[in-house]
């Protein structure tokens, strides 16, 4: 993942593990690269971002960006109000606790995703997803990727939000009014009356949608 910045404001810290007060240098978004390990990011109340050590740092504005090759687990804290953008190249990542926009990739590994309420993109080659939402944000894409493995969401009895659904595996919901396409591999989990707004793809796994 390679970012340009355009700002003036440019700071790098090697080898250091500060806190960076957010409300200070306003820090909107967390943009990570990590070559491999286990990433737990959390958003909090708070306006420090806690970083571990031996970890690359720059920051550019409002744009706090982490890149890190050690194989150790990576423990995250940082305003839940910041935008998340992650591309771990193999290992965990779970995120919790952000009301602004959360980005997750890994290519080997399994993604938990738990107390958003923004927009969600995640996408894992090998591995499972999980997403535990208690709230729907309307109008806000949801997007949930896996090419080999699987699928649990866990929503809300009382959801309001329709999904759109592909799988090549079968598919077990709590939800009654789940509608088979005429493609025989595309679903819709028809809640409320508007058309669907969130999406699930699976290839060679199962999907499961639970309710809480």
Known sequence: ?????????????????????????????????????????????????????????????????????????????????????????????????????????TQEGNIHLEKLSNEVYANTNKGNIKGVFKEIAPKKIISLVNVQGNIDVVLPKNTQANWRIKADAPIKSDFSNMQDTQNKKEYTLQISPEKPTYMLYNKGGKINILAE
Do not use: R, W
């Not at 687990?73 to 965990?92: A, V």
């Open 1 to 105: 993942m390679k970012t340009i910045f355009s700002s003036l404001f440019f700071i790098c810290l090697f080898g250091y593990s500060p806190n960076i007060l957010a409300q200070d240098i306003q820090i909107t978004q967390l943009l990570m690269e990590n070559t491999e390990g286990e990433l737990h990011i959390k958003g909090t109340e708070n306006t420090e971002i806690n970083l571990p050590k031996n970890i690359s740092t720059e920051i550019n504005g409002t744009v706090i960006t982490l890149k890190n090759q050690s194989s150790k687990l990576i423990l995250i804290e940082i305003p839940k109000y910041c935008n998340i953008k992650i591309n771990n190249h193999k290992g965990d990542i779970s995120v919790k606790n952000f009301e602004g926009k959360v980005e997750v990739e």
